[in-house]
């Protein structure tokens, strides 16, 4: 990107935008979804926009003088029929529609095409935030290798998943699936290890269980990377989990240093695994 451009920022919900936002050298355009990005990106230019309206995102970015954007950030995974489109919006639908476009990657694909043919150049968060993806490894000192078999499996059922463009996030203890991800979320999926039977889960003294959270094979890495941050830490350790598989250098952490350390203190391992 030149210097003397900014970078478009579209911005849905987490501490990820805002850190890109405040570690970049340059100038910054953000456009902040509607009722999902923090408020402390409109401390730089910035436009609200409801999430169907992509003309309206890349003319404002192209307004800007914008050539390069990033697309970082949650969003809760909207009911297409409900929302609103302008004219760009309804290009993506109309997109979604001729062709089987059900999945996140596949939605997310389409997106990504809409604003190359505004000739916006799409690139990846993690070349904005290095030093947050991760590394391969062990990270703390808890015992991992007790729990192979499950991380195989979690690894295993991970890939499957992802392959079918389903989630990101799998939940094993004992070689069980216990749970997948859904529309709702890494978050959410943990949250439904709570009405489990205590029988399939670990306990506070004898931790049992691996959440896997990867890539999808097929993914575009551009957009919608698996992020971990200490929330997801906390729900597992609330599980009984016994620790958290990632991808170093596929994954973005908002703060790497503080979910090791919380990882330690919750007494789970985080492991690494080369891409």
């Keep these: 990107m030149s210097s003397d451009k900014p970078l478009g920022l579209v911005a849905g919900s987490g501490a990820l935008p ?10 910054v355009f ?20 409801p999430i169907g309206h992509l003309k309206a995102t890349a003319d404002a970015l192209l307004a800007a003088g914008c050539d390069e954007m990033v697309i970082i950030g949650g969003i809760q995974r909207p009911n297409i029929e409900a929302l609103d489109f302008d004219e760009g919006g309804q290009w993506f639908l109309e997109q979604v529609m001729a062709g089987v476009h059900a999945g996140d990657d596949q939605l997310l694909k389409v997106i990504i095409a809409y604003f190359e043919t505004r000739g916006l150049t799409v690139s990846a968060a993690q070349d904005f935030l290095g030093d947050q993806t991760g590394i391969v490894g062990a990270q703390t000192k808890h015992d991992h290798s007790t729990h192979q078999a499950d991380i195989d ?18 939940a094993i ?11 709702e979320g890494t978050d959410g999926m943990l949250r439904r290890l709570r009405d489990l039977s205590p029988q399939f889960l670990g306990t506070a003294e004898n931790k049992c269980g691996v ?11 551009r957009v919608d990377i698996p992020a971990i941050g200490c929330r997801t830490v906390e729900l597992a350790a609330a599980a ?3 620790g958290i598989v990632f991808e170093a250098g596929g ?17 789970l391992f985080l492991l690494g695994l080369e891409g």
């Design 240 to 242: 009984h989990l016994a």
């Design 18 to 27: 805002v850190q890109i936002a405040a570690a970049h050298a340059g100038a």
């Design 173 to 183: 203890a004992r070689r069980l699936v216990l749970a997948v991800e859904g529309p």
């Design 211 to 221: 959440l896997a959270k990867l890539p999808k094979p097929q993914q575009d890495r």
């Design 251 to 267: 994954t973005l952490f908002d703060d790497f240093t503080a979910v090791v350390a919380l990882a330690e203190e919750k007494g």
């Design 30 to 49: 953000v456009v902040a979804l509607q009722d999902e990005a923090d408020a402390a990106l409109k401390a730089y230019p910035h436009m609200i926009s």
């Design 153 to 170: 499996r979690a690894i295993e059922v991970a890939g499957i998943m992802g392959a079918q463009d389903i989630g990101q996030s799998v």
